[in-house]
């Protein structure tokens, strides 16, 4: 038992240690010794858990956005699901993906580790976001609340709009377009797809 506790903090040091190394200095130039040195623990321990720097941000990426998933499927017993309250719940976590510091680093210095999940495939955290999307589309579909349609094309849709708000959102900004100008319509968007 204790070393499976054990395994679990070296896990979430190394995680977290991993976390600072790139936000100190980006992912590139973060090596495993900078990541075993700052979690206090060998490098060997570091392998025992992933074979690279790359699995281990992306480990690191999922739980860090994972959380995201959950902001779109959480709900209070009297909250209605509608067109409206999903497009709220999905507004509110592009907005926490953006905002968060680790992918502000990646975006301003290594935006090709996003590459693979925009052009190649889905990572963990966009299936976290996925299912919860799927679920909430459901739920709506039952209360009469979320337009007919498969939930699961619906989800995949609302997700590949939310990706260019994610990350390509900045590029619009200027003194016309802001953040607050961008989620409204953003909710908009999804709230109108949806109904």
Not at 16 to 40: E, I, P, S
Not at 72 to 89: C, F, L, P, Q
Not at 93 to 111: G, H, S, Y
């Amino acid at each position: 038992m204790t070393s499976t506790r054990s395994s679990a903090t070296d896990e979430e040091s190394l995680l977290d240690a991993a976390r600072d190394c790139v936000l100190a200095v980006g992912w590139r130039r973060t090596t495993v010794t900078d990541v075993a040195r700052r979690a206090g623990v060998s490098r060997m321990t570091f392998y025992r858990r992933w074979p690279d720097m790359t699995a281990l941000t992306a480990d690191l990426m999922t739980r860090e956005f994972a959380g995201a998933g959950s902001s779109v499927r959480g709900r209070s017993a009297d909250d209605e699901v509608d067109a409206a309250s999903i497009a709220a719940r999905v507004s509110s976590a592009v907005t926490e993906i953006r905002k968060d510091p680790l992918f502000q680093k990646i975006i301003d210095v290594d935006p090709e580790l996003l590459l693979p999940y925009l052009l190649d495939r889905r990572g963990r955290a966009q299936d976290t976001m996925l299912a919860a999307l799927v679920d909430r589309i459901r739920e709506g579909q039952r209360s009469g609340g979320v337009r007919s349609g498969r939930p699961e094309v619906l989800a995949r849709t609302v997700l590949l709009i939310c990706h260019g708000f994610v990350i390509s959102a900045q590029t619009m900004q200027d003194s016309r377009y802001s953040d607050r100008i961008a989620r409204r319509e953003l909710t908009q968007a999804v709230e109108s797809y949806l109904a």
